[in-house]
């Protein structure tokens, strides 16, 4: 049983034992319910305290539970809260570390709570596109007030239990051993005359309820336009408001089986065990032991490693910062330094942490200096015969055991590896730029790269607050690889009929936070221009529009140049369809000799996104990616690919492969249908209607 009992001065101690997190499992929410029977059958016994072991009080209901017959079956967590709340011998609720969704529901059953300081308190099903489905919404009005629990509830932020000392939410905070004091208070509880208080009962006061939750309702409504949970929320509250506390609660039950079935709600749980899921390697077992990394280098203080160096300073880990020239290197320290001061001025940090990060920095110009360094990642200019330069001079000054990652975007781990006699202690390390915000990191493995070396980078990932995943080695790794069939995508429609700006509406209009040209825009268009040159000598024969090319040829690198694919007023990121482009590329397609044609925007997406998908079809049948959604979740950490469609492979699941492959064989007949070669794997999917997830 999930559940332990025992008996502690005439108290019963119910103790939540479901590793990791408590989840509210059918065996926990059994034990809960047998565990109060048991105390109220037992004369010897006047008070209840209900814990949790390990790390948290409870995270709530079991997410691996989640769409199996065993989330369904009683005693549900609706009889466990009705269990608690009817039981005439005072409940106590003992809180740390954790308590969240329906963990905090049961909390809010009881007659009591104590909590520890810095527990997480949270609703946050609204992250997975649901609400809390146990009574949250009715109980938590009634235990912090109106204003605070909405706030709570559609945001699925947690909050610290000191910042609820107050709140009403808790009886007491625990001072020194939570248990003792709730087994205390318990005792005390027991003397006082029944009923005991219940959260249900509470009244919920607002001078301008009615105003507040209009307001509220619109506010919430223009701020998650593709997500239906927010407004849920809402209204459950309102009507537990207007109508009472059984009329919210039943209402807010069919709100949460209406969510629990939408598209979006499948694709944000989707994300959440993806996000999970990709911490996991199939072959590298989860206690594989992991190396230390106290101290990290970093070698290029350019936008790159800068930006690679502040996520372990953020993390309080010492970054031994190394350039060639004294003023690239200060010109680096200047860039980290300004980047805080952004984060300072908007009250994301303070003066004294950012002195305490930048202190953090060993600037150096000399590779001695990176001796000690347990990790080291080069961020140096992308070009094969530098990183022969850098990782053989690494080879002679890296301690042994010391991790060596470079930060390559396309070229070959293997090749990279091989400059070294340690090639077990080489991996890609693939940051996104801005390398200090995106969230992405893909873990580029060798085939010599040890399997320690994998387990620590994945587990030190987690510490910088990146969602790392793991690629083999191929041209452009999971993220580049894909995103190059989507823009060969996007210049043969530019040539066959459609103009930059539309293409970018149609796909940001589907969801993507930036078209392909706005964000080539934004990164360089001479990036891409150099790896299509590098292409064409590696592969002569592929066939590419050449029409990004002429935007190269005439310089218009992008914002940085002032002009792209659009143009822009000096100062300003705002990407202003450019007439002179959109007649380079009618010229272009006169000179192909192509007769352009009126695209539909129906087309323009589902050339972008199946290219992606048939493009990561053939990368998890190559077992460049272990699972489709790893796939998945480097389009949406790092390629803006909407959160609420789940990432390409995940939508392509609920479109229906079929349809994904009908539809490519269409295009594959079509003008420039030679770049439509379907993915076996994908054909044999849609054959037997199967999918990826
Ligand atoms: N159930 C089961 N396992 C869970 C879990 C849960 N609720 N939450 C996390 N885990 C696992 C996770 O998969 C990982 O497993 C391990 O715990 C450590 O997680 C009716 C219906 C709790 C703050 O949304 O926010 O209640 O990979 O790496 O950083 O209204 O996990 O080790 O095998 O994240 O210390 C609402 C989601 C459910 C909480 C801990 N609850 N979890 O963070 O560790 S819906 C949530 C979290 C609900 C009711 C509704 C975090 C955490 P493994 P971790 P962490």
Redesign the pocket.
């Known amino acids: 049983m999930a559940v332990d009992y025992s008996i502690r001065d005439g108290v019963a101690v119910i103790t939540l034992n479901n590793p990791?997190?408590n989840?509210?499992?059918l065996s926990t929410r059994t034990g809960i319910v047998e565990g109060v029977a048991r105390a109220a059958q037992d004369p010897a016994i006047t008070a209840i305290v209900i814990t949790g072991a390990g790390?948290?009080f409870s995270?709530?209901?079991?997410?691996?539970?989640f769409n199996t017959p065993a989330a369904l079956q009683e005693p549900s967590?609706d009889t466990v809260i009705k269990t608690v709340e009817q039981s005439t011998k005072p409940v106590v609720v003992a809180i740390h570390s954790?308590a969240?969704?329906?963990?905090l529901?049961l909390a809010l059953s009881a007659h009591y709570r104590i909590a520890a300081p810095g527990a997480?308190i949270?609703?946050?099903?609204v992250?997975?596109g649901?609400?809390?489905?146990?009574g949250?919404t009715q109980r938590l009005p009634r235990a912090i007030g109106l204003e605070a629990a909405l706030n709570m509830i559609v945001s699925g932020a947690?909050v610290l239990s000191d910042k609820l000392a107050t709140s009403g939410l808790f009886d007491a905070m625990a001072k020194s051993d939570l248990l003792d004091e709730a087994i205390a208070f318990a005792r005390k509880a027991a003397d006082k005359p029944g009923p005991h208080p219940l959260v249900r009962d509470r009244k919920i006061e607002h001078p301008n309820a009615e105003g507040f939750l209009q307001f509220s309702r619109n506010t919430v409504a223009a701020m998650s336009k593709n997500y239906p949970a927010p407004v849920k929320c809402v209204d459950a509250i309102a009507m537990g408001v207007k109508q009472g506390f059984d009329v919210g609660l039943a209402f807010e039950r069919a709100c949460?089986v209406e969510l629990v079935q939408t598209p979006e709600s499948h694709a944000l749980r989707h994300a959440?065990?993806g996000e999970?899921a990709a911490?996991?390697i199939p072959d590298v077992p989860?206690g594989t032991a992991v190396r230390e990394i106290a101290e990290v280098a970093v070698i290029g203080a350019g936008t790159m490693g800068g930006g690679i160096a502040m996520n372990f300073l953020n993390a309080g880990i010492p970054v031994t910062l190394l350039e060639m020239k004294q003023d690239a290197l200060d010109r680096g320290l200047a860039t980290i330094r300004k980047n805080y001061e952004v984060q300072l001025k908007k009250g994301k940090l303070t003066a004294e942490k950012l002195e305490a990060r930048m202190a953090l920095i060993r600037p150096t110009l000399s590779y001695d200096d990176l001796a000690k360094a347990d990790l080291i990642i080069e961020a140096v200019f992308e070009e094969l015969g530098v990183k022969e330069q850098v990782f053989k001079r690494l080879d002679e000054v890296a301690k042994a055991g010391a991790i060596l990652a470079s930060n390559t975007s396309t070229l070959d781990l293997n090749k990279i590896a091989a400059f070294t006699k340690r090639p077990q202690d080489v991996v890609g390390m693939h940051f996104f730029s801005p390398a200090n915000v995106m969230k992405l990191l893909e873990v580029v493995r060798g085939k010599d790269t040890a399997k320690d070396v994998l387990a620590t980078v994945m587990q030190l990932a987690?510490k910088i607050r990146k969602t790392a995943v793991v690629s083999g080695v191929c041209d452009g790794f999971i993220g580049n690889r894909m995103i190059e069939q989507y823009i060969r995508q996007a210049l043969y429609m530019l040539e066959e009929g459609a103009l930059p700006a539309q293409i970018d509406r149609a796909i940001e209009k589907f969801g993507f936070a930036m078209g392909p040209f706005r964000m080539s825009d934004l990164a360089g268009n001479d990036i891409g221009w150099a790896i299509r040159k590098r292409r064409y000598q590696e592969q002569p024969d592929l066939k590419y529009s050449q029409i990004a090319d002429r935007l190269c040829e005439s310089g218009r690198f992008g914002q940085k140049t002032g002009a792209g694919w659009y143009d822009y007023k000096p100062g300003e990121r705002a990407a202003l369809p450019s007439a002179l482009v959109d007649d380079m590329i009618l010229a272009y397609s006169n000179e192909a000799g192509i007769t352009r044609r009126k695209i539909r925007d129906e087309e323009i997406v589902e050339r972008l996104v199946y290219a992606l998908v048939n493009e990561g079809a053939k990368i998890l049948a190559e077992g460049i990616a272990s699972k489709a959604s790893d796939i998945d979740m480097v389009y949406l950490t790092g390629y803006g690919f909407p959160l609420w469609r789940g990432g390409p492979m995940f939508y392509a699941d609920t479109v229906g492969l079929y349809n994904v492959a009908r539809a490519i064989r269409g295009y594959a007949r079509e003008a420039n249908g030679d770049a439509w070669q379907i993915a076996p794997s994908l054909a044999a999917l849609a054959d037997e209607h199967g999918t990826f997830n």
Do not use: N, Y
């Not at 995270?59 to 539970?65: L, P």
């Not at 649901?130 to 146990?134: D, H, K, Q, V, W």
């Open positions: 990791p997190v989840g509210l499992g790390k948290a995270g709530g209901a079991d997410i691996t539970e967590l954790v969240m969704g329906g963990g529901e997480q949270a609703l946050p099903e992250k997975l649901i609400l809390p489905g146990a949250g947690p949460f959440f065990f999970r911490s996991k989860s987690k």
